[in-house]
């Protein structure tokens, strides 16, 4: 993939940290089939009633809310206000509290062995040094602490719409905005590079038959394309045909979208589990 290519920020004043954003994930993270995935990546983690537990990069707080919703002690870390606030309304509405902080993967500001477990969901696939921000979340662990990681390896993506050869330049062209495009995979070398003991790994496919209604690909799109033709790495002609073919295709019950998601747990060094 290319490495020229701009690739989104996700900080302060950045398109990230926006309300608009905030809804987009959040609507996104409420469809079934994304549901469905995240209830089974926290499982990996086992029982967390009490325990103390730092979601990295949380966005609008999804994953925080659910692991309060199971006991634990939650701290959302994100570098975006706007996301901080969703993350605290997601929280409210759902009758659980949790801290914010404003925090890094690679600068977390709290001391040393402070959690029992850390969560970074979809952020990694964005981070330069990899192992670097798995290293500082580490230090935050307390020994023998849980880290889920879960992130998508996109180069599985693929649509069913009659058109392989528009799919794969969209697909190519999507790829080049991550800073690591096949996250998923890599995690597991990324995990022992920073001195980890990996414990589990669950791939799973999401898998949408709806371009434009109630799924991940429904909501999420259009952001994708508003970026693509943004960087002009697919043409506003052929985006307008891969528009076309994801409605036709949906219409006539043949539209198809997968990719691969995976969740690894794993275990710093120490402690009795």
Request: aromatic share 8%.
């Amino acid at each position: 993939m290319s490495s020229s290519t701009p690739r989104p920020a996700h900080g302060a004043g950045s398109n990230w940290d926006t309300p608009e954003a905030v809804e987009r994930i959040v609507q996104a993270y409420a469809t079934a089939d994304v549901i469905a995935i995240r209830q089974a990546q926290i499982d990996l983690l086992g029982p967390i009633d009490g325990a103390t537990i730092v979601d990295v990069g949380s966005g609008p707080g999804i994953y925080a809310r659910d692991l309060a919703l199971r006991g634990a002690r939650v701290t959302a870390v994100d570098s975006a206000p706007a996301m901080r606030a969703g993350a605290v309304a997601e929280a409210q509405a759902a009758g659980v509290t949790i801290d914010v902080a404003d925090g890094e993967a690679n600068a977390l500001p709290f001391p040393a062995a402070m959690f029992d477990a850390a969560t970074l969901v979809q952020v990694i696939e964005y981070v330069p040094d990899a192992v670097g921000a798995l290293r500082e979340i580490a230090r935050v662990l307390k020994p023998g602490g849980a880290l889920l990681v879960c992130d998508t390896d996109w180069a599985t993506a693929s649509w069913g719409i009659g058109d392989a050869a528009l799919a794969e330049r969209v697909k190519q062209a999507w790829c080049a905005t991550k800073e690591h495009f096949d996250a998923g995979r890599r995690i597991p070398e990324w995990l022992l590079g920073a001195g980890y003991e990996v414990v589990a790994w669950d791939p799973r496919v999401l898998a949408n038959a709806d371009a434009t209604g109630d799924t991940f690909h429904g909501h999420t799109w259009k952001t994708y394309r508003r970026l693509l033709e943004r960087l002009g790495t697919v043409s506003v002609e052929d985006l307008d045909r891969f528009d076309r073919l994801c409605a036709e295709t949906t219409a006539a019950g043949t539209f198809t979208f997968t990719v691969t998601r995976h969740a690894w747990l794993a275990r710093t060094p120490g402690g009795t589990t």
